[in-house]
């Protein structure tokens, strides 16, 4: 089946340095809830999955049941791979919900990842890492702010668990099965999204289609003070000519 993957990026006015503080802000679109969501800044050697690959204990464990901690395990133990790595504040990202983190990153190591589960799936999420769409927040030494909107072409299958959308197999509806996903499918790869007739919960699980816009990530490098400060004496002299020209 051929997906078409409509994928917007927006650029904004960018200023120089060699680090910089960025806002990262995430919104769940809907009609899946999103799980907590585990964001990284690192090197190129630093990549969260890959598409057509298996995927890690840190994937498995987001897709699966929205776990976070192994995927912080292996952020810790990369070590100069990775510059900053967490945790977004706030829990579960419910359909309707932005969310925001502010992050100070150096240039030089500053590809931007991230992976969260679709809630009410048996190993779906949405993420992106260095060979997917790697987003850079540097453009040499200047800092780069852009906005990236997520369709269902881009939600990912991890491979892992079979997708029997039964609720025993499912924790949103208080299940805990793990039935393995059948050979030569347990790569990452394109979701199938909610298959109809299939399970015994499928009419419960939101859907959604290639079109659908899940997701937005925007990223904005935050001002500098002194350009602040310089602002804030432009915008003094203006009012300063104003007066003189009405006295």
């Known amino acids: 089946m051929n997906f078409r993957l409509p994928l917007i990026v927006s650029c904004f006015a960018a200023v120089s340095a060699h680090a910089a503080v960025f806002t990262v802000t995430w919104t769940n679109h809907g009609p899946q809830p999103l799980s907590p969501l585990f964001w990284s800044v690192g090197n190129a050697s630093f990549d969260i999955f890959s598409l057509g690959g298996t995927s890690s204990a840190g994937i498995k464990s987001i897709a699966e049941s929205g776990n976070v901690n ?34 100070n990153v150096n240039s030089g190591s500053d590809y931007f990842s991230f992976a969260t589960m679709l809630g009410m799936t048996n190993d779906g999420f949405l993420g992106e890492g260095v060979s997917s769409m790697g987003l850079r927040l540097f453009g040499g030494n200047t800092p780069l702010g852009f906005s990236v909107n997520v369709y269902g072409a881009r939600a990912w299958d991890a491979g892992t668990e079979a997708n029997t959308q039964n609720a025993a197999d499912l924790g949103a509806l208080g299940g805990s099965g793990n039935p393995a996903e059948a050979a030569g499918f347990n790569r990452i790869r394109v979701h199938e999204s909610i ?27 935050v001002p500098e003070p002194s350009g602040l400060v310089f602002l804030g004496v432009a915008g003094i002299g203006m009012m300063l000519r104003r007066k003189r020209a009405s006295a």
């Open 70 to 103: 192994p995927m912080l395990n292996i952020a810790a133990a990369a070590g100069s791979n990775v510059q900053l790595y967490g945790v977004l504040a706030g829990g579960p990202l419910m359909p309707g919900l932005t969310r925001s983190a502010t992050i």
């Open 195 to 221: 298959v109809p007739g299939r399970g015994d919960s499928f009419a419960s699980l939101p859907d959604w289609t290639s079109n659908t816009r899940l997701m937005t990530l925007t990223v904005l490098p």
